[in-house]
């Protein structure tokens, strides 16, 4: 990111700057913290890496393409293949298994044929330590059960890059260990780049670095 900004409401008269120029680098599979006090902008920072938003100024380079140029298609095209999401709120579809919300984001990905999606969502479905749960509904999950499913279909393209905001938030100290240790893993063994929003100071020491997010700007 060179020189990033963003507005909500740009040209209204509820206008505001929430990013003041953000100049950052992520080195391909480095595990990064992103702290910050909320409201700070560290949401929305992701959400611009993510491809989500667009910036109101700057560039951004993701995955080695220019992304300032490129249409929604195009986004969207380069987000689907490159980026991982994992939320706080895990936004399974709670009616659907955890095997089917693993396969959810290769249907229609032309890569991947039934019977190769499904098992590719096997596989990720047992690197997550869920093979005993994968017929089960996500709504009978745990939280942190659920919270895995959701790493698994972050997944399931294969993404260079893995936004994670406060995956941890809303789970037992167990269970944030869980998640953080399976991230850590794939980051490990995949060489899968991380940004990791967390207020878990614990969590935040065991990253290679911390971005700081105050006020839109980045410390240091
Ligand atoms: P954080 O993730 O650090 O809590 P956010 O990126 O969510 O911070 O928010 C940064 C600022 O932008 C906050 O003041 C928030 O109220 C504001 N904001 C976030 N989303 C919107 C939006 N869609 N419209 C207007 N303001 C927003």
Same mark, same amino acid.
């Given at each position: 990111?060179?020189?990033?900004?963003?507005?909500?409401?740009?040209?209204?008269?509820?206008?505001?700057?929430?990013?003041?120029?953000?100049?950052?680098?992520?080195?391909?599979?480095?595990?990064?913290?992103?702290?910050?006090?909320?409201?700070?902008?560290?949401?929305?920072?992701?959400?611009?890496?993510?491809?989500?938003?667009?910036?109101?100024?700057?560039?951004? @380079?993701?995955? !080695?393409?220019?992304? %300032? &140029?490129?249409? /929604?298609?195009?986004? =969207?095209? $380069? #987000?689907?293949?490159?980026?991982?999401?994992?939320?706080?709120?895990?936004?399974?579809?709670?009616?659907?298994?955890?095997?089917?919300?693993?396969?959810?984001?290769?249907?229609?990905?032309?890569?991947?044929?039934?019977?190769?999606?499904?098992?590719?969502?096997?596989?990720?479905?047992?690197?997550?330590?869920?093979?005993?749960?994968?017929?089960?509904?996500?709504?009978?999950?745990?939280?942190?059960?659920?919270?895995?499913?959701?790493?698994?279909?972050?997944?399931?393209?294969?993404?260079?890059?893995?936004?994670?905001? @406060?995956?941890? !938030?809303?789970?037992? %100290? &167990?269970?944030? /260990?869980?998640?953080? =240790?399976? $991230? #850590?893993?794939?980051?490990?063994?995949?060489?899968?780049?991380?940004?990791?929003?967390?207020?878990?100071?614990?969590?935040?020491?065991?990253?290679?670095?911390?971005?700081?997010?105050?006020?839109?700007?980045?410390?240091?």
């Amino acid at each position: 990111m060179r020189g990033v900004r963003k507005a909500y409401n740009p040209g209204t008269p509820i206008e505001t700057e929430v990013l003041h120029g953000i100049d950052l680098t992520v080195v391909q599979g480095e595990f990064c913290a992103v702290v910050g006090p909320s409201g700070s902008g560290k949401s929305t920072l992701l959400n611009i890496v993510g491809l989500l938003d667009r910036p109101t100024a700057g560039t951004l @380079e993701v995955c !080695g393409e220019q992304t %300032t &140029r490129l249409d /929604d298609r195009a986004l =969207t095209r $380069l #987000r689907g293949h490159s980026i991982g999401f994992v939320f706080q709120y895990h936004h399974l579809i709670t009616a659907f298994t955890a095997l089917e919300n693993v396969m959810m984001p290769m249907l229609g990905a032309a890569e991947f044929a039934n019977e190769a999606m499904r098992v590719r969502a096997l596989a990720l479905i047992a690197s997550v330590g869920l093979t005993a749960w994968q017929d089960n509904l996500a709504g009978n999950l745990s939280g942190g059960q659920q919270q895995r499913v959701a790493i698994a279909r972050a997944l399931a393209m294969g993404p260079a890059l893995l936004l994670a905001d @406060e995956p941890t !938030g809303n789970l037992d %100290t &167990r269970s944030a /260990d869980e998640v953080f =240790t399976l $991230l #850590r893993q794939f980051n490990t063994e995949r060489g899968t780049t991380v940004l990791f929003v967390t207020h878990n100071v614990a969590l935040a020491e065991r990253c290679d670095k911390t971005i700081e997010v105050i006020d839109g700007r980045l410390t240091g």
